[in-house]
């Protein structure tokens, strides 16, 4: 880059600066209006804001889930008819990512559980996609009526209480099939002995996902920090959401998995040696 060149992007950069300092010094009159309670009451349970679906008023995040899950079966049906049949021995880019995803989730599923894990690499293959997906699907930033007439921003859909029980309540059915099809009744005690497994990823799930919306919520609150400020904690947030909640739930998964399914051979009894 030349000096010239360098001395006008940081005049510019200089420049931006000051009118951002100057925009919050002239009206730093507080944030959204509303107090922060309300605001943290409606983002963790959605309220005071519904839509309607086909004449029901529901929460915004059931028309997200319903859009996630749309285009992700969209986007594997265009990758099944006229991707994945023309892959190369040697892979191209998008193949080499598309591979890669796809191995992780399965290897994951060896790894954890070597005897018992065909179905279990489905799984979290796809509920790893689903829940990585449909935490970045709020940077789109795509906009909802309610039924007030209010314009909002589509949510996660694990950002619902619902659907983050929902996941957890699957994944432990997951987990129960697999004790039951490799120990029987013995599988079923082995699952049922974890019985707070649901409620624990539930939580986990959700709570990680509330936390950044309500940092966000916070710091846009204040006007003295709602310029950029917001836009970039956000992003970070949701991002890293993203990468560690599909890693957690899908390891935690195959690790239950594994456990529950594997065999218990009985040990053969001993013969006591009867004296003649």
């Not at 983002?43 to 839509?51: N, P």
Request: glycine share 8%; with cysteine; proline share 3%.
């Amino acid at each position: 880059m030349s000096k010239k060149k360098r001395t006008t992007t940081l005049v510019i950069a200089a420049i931006v600066c000051v009118l951002l300092i100057v925009g919050i010094i002239l009206t730093n009159t507080g944030g959204e209006h509303g107090s922060v309670k309300d605001v943290m009451r409606d983002a963790v349970v959605h309220d005071s804001y519904k839509v309607n679906f086909f004449g029901m008023e529901v929460n915004p995040a059931v028309i997200s889930a319903f859009t996630v899950t749309g285009i992700l079966l969209f986007f594997a049906l265009i990758l099944r008819i006229f991707v994945i049949p023309k892959f190369k021995k040697v892979p191209g880019k998008f193949q080499m990512v598309l591979e890669a995803w796809v191995g992780f989730f399965d290897n994951l599923a060896k790894s954890n559980s070597p005897h018992l894990n065909k179905f279990l690499g489905a799984y979290i293959f796809a509920a790893g996609s689903y829940i990585c997906f449909s935490t970045l699907f709020e940077l789109l930033g795509l906009q909802a009526v309610t039924t007030h007439g209010h314009s909002i921003a589509m949510p996660a859909p694990i950002a619902d209480i619902n659907a983050a029980i929902q996941m957890g309540v699957t994944t432990y059915l997951i987990i129960l099939s697999g004790g039951i099809i490799s120990n029987k009744l013995k599988g079923v005690g082995l699952t049922l002995k974890e019985f707070s497994l649901p409620i624990s990823m539930s939580f986990r799930l959700f709570g990680a996902l509330l936390s950044g919306a309500l940092v966000t919520e916070l710091v846009y609150h204040y006007m003295a920090l709602s310029f950029v400020l917001p836009v970039v904690v956000g992003v970070l947030f949701t991002l890293i959401h993203a990468l560690v909640q599909t890693y957690v739930l899908t390891m935690l998964a195959s690790l239950f998995y594994g456990e529950v399914s594997e065999k218990h051979e009985k040990k053969p009894k001993e013969k006591k040696n009867k004296k003649k």
